[in-house]
């Protein structure tokens, strides 16, 4: 089982449009994937249709009273499920504050999960925070969305640093661009003089189209309403890019 | 997990899903024209093996898919545009594991197709999200089959269309699809097995016996006909010659029982017929066994024995060719409807025949017993110098007996009866072996000269050699394993059980 984290201190980059698009590329591969919905205001629980509800709220949930599998629903895809966000959510931070081990909570909570899941996605909320921490020690991979503009960039030299602060071993962050603009000269001032500064920048890009914008009318992954365009190819080379270095790792 | 249900003839599946569209919202995802074929060999291998292999053919796929025989689970299902003959024949690796060791060298055959409408319904909640998937087949001679799929987290929505289902008359289905199909056919799975099971009364007339047990042999003589001259595959010409067989061992084994110059006649027409076949079984089992042969030899070996299997495929071809042309001749095919004319002639009043008359059961502790007795004369007789042929004659006696009994078991309590002819299974197992590895190999020698004159490289002659001396060595050993086995048929216990199960009708003489 591998566990990737969407993830960015900043919020409206394309973290649950990723989660979303490449948990159903994985799905439809042929891996049996989960997405989990760490975020209150419930986007991708949104795009799959299921209502952000979770019984017994954040405490339960946190607490590991109730099994996670029982809260886990089947999205309308074959071999992809979804464990639901739930409002309660935005105070994630103080429930585990309360308990014992706060940063190794989320992967004690997914570790039962392994037998059932190849892939698991964590649509992560915004900001950096204890829950982030919980999630920088439960994934493999911190799959990070950055908009090329200049803002983008420091965020994510903040972000090296809190992870090598941290020292958390096992993971590794991969950033790649979301919501490319051509049109922009800045967008393309930057993709050209990044790769020096940051070498571990993804070579997918996801540009900005009005495709994925489409997925909140549509309500379902990119892929499952259109079947070829820039866009889904774009999401299809991410996956393969993310899938080769997963197993180039493997070996 | 799915869940299925038997819809009542008179309920269409128009009217089915109008019911549910009134309470539910339904949506119609696809409605195809589809063709279901069910595989099996001929004797019924995956079925007894708790599989049921289904090949479902529709416009833009065909599908082939094990389910268990009991939950109706799938167990592996793979896209296919056609059945391979044989398990080996199969890509999908998994389908490939799963039949091999249940078919084994069987063909699997079509057993019956029927034609349905599959229909794919969804049910939806409040935000058009998927709670349950509805899977229908709607047949024409046979009940529709209803299967819910549940989804995660959605377990309501399974109970609610149960709940309709159930009110609108719909059943839990008990019997799967092919046995219903089969039965629209007067037929049920399993109806052809080369095990015998004939049903006696211990005080019927032995001659009206006799020719019931022989006209049970007929049939199976007759059902294996046609796959034997089509080569579908070895077993049908093995069941085949297993029934000639039975049929002359009753002929000479129950001699005064039948009007002597039809008996002698038709003994005379089943030994030739048994002669017919021998060949090409021979080279069947060689084919059989090519495997465990190549694996019997150092690796590097293994490939120099490729010349021999092309040369026993074609010798196979010619020799099943043969045997086919005869077995549509009239040489074949009249003295066999003479037998069956022969056996349905009524029993007459007043046979001649000094045992035609005897309580069949009477009949059957004689033979039986005497047959025994002679088993444990010649076994006695065997010292670790005896050549060969007296084992071949102990073989032939054993098989004698494994026939009697097995003709005659309904007359004993299954209970005594089965685990004697267990014990004499085990026993006929050595000396079977001892035969095959012997025939084994003067064949390998005798295709070794044939195929000098071949242009064969001769590192497959060495392979051969070595061969040879593999099975003149199993054959040694086999040898020296007879003493002990013999001792372990002949102990006291199992001498006790055959006097008492056979020898107590009988005035000790
Ligand atoms: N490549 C893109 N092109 C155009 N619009 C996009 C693209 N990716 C995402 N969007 C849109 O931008 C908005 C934010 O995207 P998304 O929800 O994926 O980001 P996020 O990082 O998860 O946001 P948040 O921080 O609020 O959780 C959404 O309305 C989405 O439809
Ligand atoms: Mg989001």
Redesign the interface.
Known sequence: MKIIAAFNIKGGVGKTSTAVNLAFLAAQTGYRTLVWDLDPQGASSFY????PKVKGGSKELISGKCELDG????T?FERL?LLPADFSFRNLDLVLDSGKKPTHRLEKLLKPLGDDYDFIFLDCPPNISLLSEAIFEASDILLSPVIPTTLSLRTLDQLKKFISHKKIKKLQLMPFFSMVDRRKKLHLDIMKILPEQHPDFLTATIPYASDIERMGQE?MPLNAFIKNSRSTRAYLELWQELLEHLNSKSL | MLYHFDAPGRLTTENLIAELSKKLNVQLVSQHYSLKTYFDSFDWRLYSGGILCEFNQSKPVSRLILKDCLSGQTLASADLDSIPAFAAGFSNAKIRKMLSPLLEMRALLPITTLDYTLYQL?IL?E????VLKIIIESYDLINSRISLEA????DNALARVSKILIEAGLKPSRSSVLVDALKTQSRKPSDYSSKLTIELAPDLRADIAVKYILSHLLKTIKINEQGTITNTDSEFLHDFRVAVRRTRSGLSQLKEVLPEAENDRFSQYFAWLGQLTNQTRDLDVQLINFENYQNALPVTLRKDLTPLYDFLSVKQKQAQKTLAAKLKSSEYVIPLRQWEDFLKTPAIKKPTETEALLPIKNLADRRIWKVYKRIIKQGNRITDQSPAENLHELRKTCKKLRYLMEFFQSLYPQKKIKPLIKVLKDFQEILGDFQDLEVQEQSLKTYSAEMIEKQVPANTFLAMGVLIQNLDKRRCDTRNAFATKFETFKQRENQISFQTLFKNNEPDT
């Open positions: 799959f249709r299921i209502k809260l886990i629903r089947g309308d499920d309500r | 969804n909640n935000d058009e999200k998927i989804i995660k987290g959605y």
